[in-house]
């Protein structure tokens, strides 16, 4: 089959291998990016072959916001000691104003090369995913361990409950806004699981239906931002807290 200019890029930036020795691989693995590693490290070129499979589970978060935007970064590696390297947390940095003024594209564009020259010194594996949210009500929150961090976006502008509120998701991690939103999917799967276990415990058929509305509300409350009792004020919910106000969509990343 034929492989493409993208196939060998793709592989060279995992494995950091020349192009021809990558392209060699996919033709004789079909274009299949994982059997060409494994024929990459079998001929010897074992070394960055195998960095190609250790997972990023360290890296950085950072975000900011320049008037109607706010923009997150999420950059990843294997270890703590590369996380903490000024040269990667510069990637990160140059990414976020990249993608305030040029877009998410022409950030991660412009953190291949500064991401290769890193692995080339380190010999790390990295990923980046940078995010962009507009909008009237910009907020943003980076934990102080820049390990998670999320960007926000409220109905009508609110530098600090904006804040707040990513602070808030930031910490409790939220799967939606409203209780509707959540996937039905999802809620398919849990009735499921009560119905079962309510079999177990020997409830009635009469008062299951009851009971199961009652598991249902629960659950897409629990998973639900507004519905969650806010950090900062446990007797308000994040819903009373924001008053007249909503919001309309956030982005959270964690390492």
């Not at 001929?43 to 008037?67: F, N």
């Not at 990249?98 to 010999?123: H, I, N, Q, S």
């Not at 929150?141 to 707040?164: E, F």
């Not at 699981?193 to 415990?201: F, N, P, Y």
Request: charge should be negative.
């Amino acid at each position: 089959m034929a492989i493409t200019a993208a196939q060998v890029n793709e592989l060279r930036q995992r494995t950091g291998i020349g192009m021809m020795a990558c392209k060699k691989a996919l033709e004789e693995a079909n274009g299949n990016e994982d059997k060409a590693i494994e024929i990459l490290r079998k001929k010897g070129a074992a070394k960055a072959a195998e960095k190609a499979e250790r997972e990023t589970k360290e890296g950085i978060i950072v975000a900011k916001v320049d008037g109607d935007k706010a923009v997150i970064v999420k950059l990843t590696c294997e270890t703590d000691f590369v996380a903490k390297n000024e040269e990667f947390k510069a990637i990160a940095k140059k990414a976020v104003d990249t993608a305030l003024k040029r877009g998410v594209e022409a950030a991660k564009k412009e953190a291949e090369p500064a991401m290769k020259d890193v692995f080339t010194k380190l010999g790390e594996n990295m990923g980046i995913e940078v995010d962009v949210i507009e909008g009237k009500g910009i907020g943003e929150y980076v934990h102080t361990n820049g390990k998670v961090g999320t960007i926000v976006n409220l109905k009508s502008k609110d530098a600090a409950k904006a804040r707040d509120i990513a602070m808030h998701i930031t910490a409790m991690n939220p799967e939606v806004i409203r209780p509707e939103d959540l996937p039905e999917d999802v809620v398919v799967k849990e009735r499921e699981i009560w119905a079962e276990q309510l079999k177990a415990e020997g409830k009635p058929e009469a008062i299951m239906g009851k009971i199961m509305e009652g598991k249902e509300k629960k659950f897409r409350e629990e998973a639900a931002l507004i519905k969650q009792s806010f950090v900062k004020d446990g007797d308000k919910t994040v819903e009373q807290y924001l008053e007249d106000n909503s919001v309309e969509s956030f982005v959270r990343m964690a390492i």
